[in-house]
Each structure stands twice: as C-alpha cells, then as structure tokens.
C-alpha cells in the first residue's frame, strides 16, 4: 500500500509563506498525477493544486492560482506546495493524494483507499 506523509504545514501570519512537502512510497508520487487538497471542519476535502505525473500540466482552483505553486521531484519521490501571501481561508488541514486530469483540470479518484495524516496550516489574520 502506498504511504503519504505531508509535512511542512504550521501557524504564519496573513502575507507569509509556506511550504508543504509530500513524501511518498513506492510508485506514487513518482509516476502519477498528484494533487494537494485541503479541508476544513464540517465541509468536503477540496483540490487546490494538481500536477500530471510527466510534470507537463498543473491545475489550481481559482483560489489559490497566483499565489501557491506545485512541484514534484522525482529523484526523492516528493510533491511539493509552496504557499506565498497566505490568507486566513487558507487556513486548513493539506493532504496530497493521486487525481486524474481531464481537459486540464484535476479530479479526484472515484475513491481513496488511503490518506496520509495532513498537515496543518493555521493563518492568523
């Protein structure tokens, strides 16, 4: 079974900037289109960030485009989120987890089998 864990996350005020990391096992990270999704309590896990897995395409929500960016390298097996201008609604749990791109938009798999444990951020306004 694959393994994710995402890291990076924590408490920065509105404006600053962070940077997630997601490290996976086996072929995941390294082979598959990836997305960073996020989610907050009481509402659904949302994509924000999606990159095919040649690294050819990405795909952002409205949201966030202009200010997070994602990358993948596949030398260590590692996608990554990195997060500038952050605002108080991007306050949220940030997982990472294989998507499929269709007419350049990423979509969540029908269903997940596994979730790593997310990672925090919290922007204090």
């Known amino acids: 079974q694959a393994q994710l864990v995402e890291s990076g996350g924590g408490l920065v005020q509105a404006g600053g900037s962070l940077r997630l990391s997601c490290a996976g096992s086996r072929r995941t990270v390294r082979f598959y289109s990836m997305a960073w999704f996020r989610q907050v309590p009481g509402k659904e896990r949302e994509i924000v960030a999606g990159?095919?897995?040649?690294?050819?395409?990405?795909y952002y929500v409205e949201a966030v485009k202009g200010r997070f960016t994602i990358s993948r390298v596949y030398a260590n097996n590692t996608l990554y989120l990195q997060m500038f201008s952050l605002r108080y609604e991007d306050t949220a749990v940030y997982y990472c987890?294989?998507?499929?791109?269709?007419?350049?938009?990423?979509?969540?798999?029908?269903?997940?089998?596994?979730w790593g444990q997310g990672t925090q951020v919290i922007v204090s306004s």
């Open positions: 990159i095919t897995g040649s690294g050819d395409m990405t």
């Open positions: 987890n294989e998507v499929r791109f269709r007419d350049g938009r990423a979509y969540p798999l029908r269903e997940y089998d596994y």
